[in-house]
């Protein structure tokens, strides 16, 4: 039934073998960066990639500071704790996304509330978003209160799904009138732009990652993104121990993290972001060529959103209903051609199915149709 598709797809790809989702490309500075950390013997937690990793991603973005993490789930759990995120304290997220943004508010001790999306940009719905505190907060003392369960709402974590960048400034301007942090999920939307800012710069904070299936990759890693002087410095001093300066002593002032990212794995990111555009350009491309494809076919491919560039870091299609997913996954995924459906919601999971939720039609819509397809950056 899907012949046709997995055949275009094995043409773009130029190949009969597997065709994995994402599989990351070294191209460029990779090994000769990787030589020069080993010869330096500066592998681990100090060193000049992780320095100039840092500087470079801020201008990328276009923040004022970056310090960079061991993953992305240390970032957002960072990130949480910097903006005040305190146990008992109620996080604001979407439902559908990937478990790292969950786990990071649980490992806070803080509890999720879940506002949908949007079909359109697969991200937090402002709308969603301006309904459920219209309904259920109030502000006093600075402080947004939950009226139904007397709990402060801290912070508010959107994420950009697949690299489509969600209506951040909305979602900005009501996280501000409310009160509440915002710290924008951006793991998987560098090089995506929403009314020509980058993603992850719109928020009190933003987090990318470097994982290996992500857009560029460090093996493992990942980083938070700011224009706040003092918090860039209280994410360092968290994330390295809390270790207070000294040229021998032992000294650390609060209860600290080991969420430093290791030079070496710097020295592969570094590299990997020299060629960021590369990636993009070949991304948008292939973006293109599905988009061409799909156009005349009985599926609908995702593009970006109103007002924005995504990066097209995984494409994805809808299909008509959720047999017509599940038979897609298995045609393609038994003739070679990896593809997976969107994420279960994350208020379907047993750790939060008794969360608070509003309204979550898109995203159950959504839950049963999307179907990531292979979004590799084509070799050569
Ligand atoms: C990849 C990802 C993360 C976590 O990143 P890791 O580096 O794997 O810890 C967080 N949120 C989203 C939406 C992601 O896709």
């Known amino acids: 039934m899907y012949k046709d598709v997995i055949d275009f797809i094995k043409s773009v790809y130029k190949t009969d073998e597997f065709i994995p989702l994402h599989e990351p490309r070294f191209i460029g500075n990779e090994k000769k960066y990787l030589n020069e950390c080993i010869d330096s013997t500066f592998v681990s937690s100090v060193g000049e990639f992780v320095d100039r990793f840092e500087s470079s991603i801020a201008e990328f973005v276009g923040a004022r500071y970056a310090v960079a993490t061991s993953n992305g789930t240390s970032a957002l759990h960072i990130s949480l704790l910097a903006v005040g995120v305190e146990s008992g304290d109620e996080v604001i997220t979407q439902p559908l996304t990937f478990v790292a943004t969950c786990n990071a508010i649980s490992y806070c001790n803080a509890i999720p509330v879940f506002v949908d999306v949007d079909r359109d940009t697969m991200g937090m719905s402002a709308i969603s978003l301006k309904v459920f505190l219209e309904e259920n907060a109030i502000v006093e003392n600075d402080t947004c209160i939950n009226k139904k369960t007397g709990k402060a709402i801290k912070a508010c974590v ?39 800012k980058h993603t992850g710069t719109f928020g009190k904070l933003g987090v990318f990652s470097f994982n290996g299936n992500k857009i560029i990759t460090s093996g493992g890693g990942g980083c938070v993104v700011t224009d706040d002087e003092e918090i860039a410095k209280k994410i360092k001093h968290m994330t390295t121990t809390a270790k207070v300066p000294h040229k021998w002593e032992y000294k650390h002032d609060m209860t600290g993290y080991n969420y430093r990212m290791p030079n070496i794995n710097a020295a592969l990111l570094v590299a990997q972001l020299e060629n960021i555009s590369v990636f993009i350009k070949n991304k948008h491309e292939l973006a293109r060529m599905y988009e061409n ?12 959103p109103v007002n924005s560039e995504a990066n ?54 959504l839950e049963s149709r999307v179907v990531n397809i292979p979004s590799s950056v084509r070799p050569g």
Not at 319 to 333: G, M, P
Not at 340 to 346: A, D, F, G, V
């Open 158 to 196: 959107p994420m950009h799904t697949f690299g489509h960048p969600c209506r951040i400034d909305e979602i900005k301007e009501i996280c501000d009138k409310y009160n509440i942090s915002l710290v924008e999920d951006a793991a998987e939307s560098l090089g995506s732009y929403y009314k020509d």
């Open 293 to 304: 494809y799909f156009s005349t076919k009985n599926m609908t491919f995702v593009k970006s």
């Open 312 to 365: 097209y870091w995984l494409n994805s299609i809808i299909l008509n209903s959720k047999e017509d997913r599940d038979s897609f996954l298995e045609e393609t995924n038994s003739r070679n051609v990896m593809t997976r459906p969107i994420w279960c919601l994350m208020s379907k999971l047993d750790m939060y199915k008794d969360a608070q939720c509003g309204d979550l039609d898109n995203s159950v819509w």
